[in-house]
């Protein structure tokens, strides 16, 4: 019999990445599943084959370990054919007879059909969470986090996932103004990786005043920007112009050299790169600082082939932990593809 789905959210073009990762996760567990990834959907759900399994792969699925997922929920009911005149009724309903939540999020597709839905999800919301909270269904003690995905007007899953192995923002994205006076919209690629992969405490290590950092490639300074912003001191390599109005905060040291040669006199608190590079090379270069201990943390973009990225991915990140592990260094790292991401992922490293 086939189990209700897992389903994940993802960048529209990548769900056959997303799948692969997901099928790979159930594989070390040795749970037997498949995907369904409609392709430019924003969505893959995996069905496990019975019941046992999906339990299993409920408790153990956490959202930091996915790169290509932004978000994650079981899906426990489809309801289609909903009536519009009162689509609460058939939640509540469904809802009534699985997990309570502490909040719910009415969610939509990041896609063209998805975001159609936008304002109605963001309408629909208030009046079902009332609903939900008189029905006894929402709880702030709960360990679950109930969703309702749209995929269209009168077509939705309902389930849930873990509160802390899942996002609580609305499809696991973090939307980010760029700074008026940013030298590039790259910038909010770093300033979302520093919220979403380094925890406040790491946050509060790294950047405080009198820290230093590293930009590989950093002109014309998106992502010196953020660290200047932080109160760092930056060193930024690049053999091309930095924006004038950077340099004159007087908190950045312009080094114009090849990125893949350069190292800093004295270790740097963090070292960032976003360079237009094979992504082995990158990986190769970001071992070097961290195996060599440049620089205790690291984070870094890998930019992706058109194919069989996933394994791409694997394979530098493995690169990376190899090295590190024969140096006989602890580490940790996490990697995402990001909202404000495009054809490659984000990653942290961090050597202990």
Known sequence: MQQAPFVFFCR?????????????????????????????????????FDEESAEQFFEMLDLNDIVFARQWFWAKAELQDLPLEDRISPIIEMSSGGATGNSVLVEHLDSDEGRELSKFCKKFSTPLTIALEKQGLIHEDSEF???????????????????????????????????????????????EAIQVLMSKKQQKQVFRLGNTAADLGAAPGGW???????????????????????MATEQVEHFKANAFNWFPEKPVDLV????????????????????EQHAQQAIFNLKLPMKKRFQEVADCIGLICDRLEEAELSYHWQAKHLYHDREEITVYFRVK
């Open 145 to 191: 986090r109930l969703h309702i995905l749209f995929l269209a007007n009168d077509h939705c899953l309902v389930g849930y996932s873990p509160v802390e192995r899942s996002s609580e923002l609305k499809g696991g994205i973090l939307r980010l103004k760029s700074p008026r006076h940013a030298p590039s919209r790259s910038t909010l690629k770093l300033d």
């Open 224 to 246: 010196t920007f953020q660290l200047v912003e932080r109160g760092l001191q930056v060193s930024a390599v690049d053999n091309g112009p930095m924006d004038k109005k950077l």
């Open 272 to 291: 960032v790169c976003d360079m237009v590079e094979k992504p082995s090379l990158v990986a190769n270069l970001m071992a070097s600082w961290l195996e």
């Open 12 to 48: 529209p073009g990548f769900e056959s990445d997303c799948a692969a990762e997901v099928q790979a996760i159930a594989n070390a567990y040795e749970l037997a599943g498949y995907a369904n990834a409609p392709t430019d959907s924003g969505y893959v759900r995996f069905f496990l």
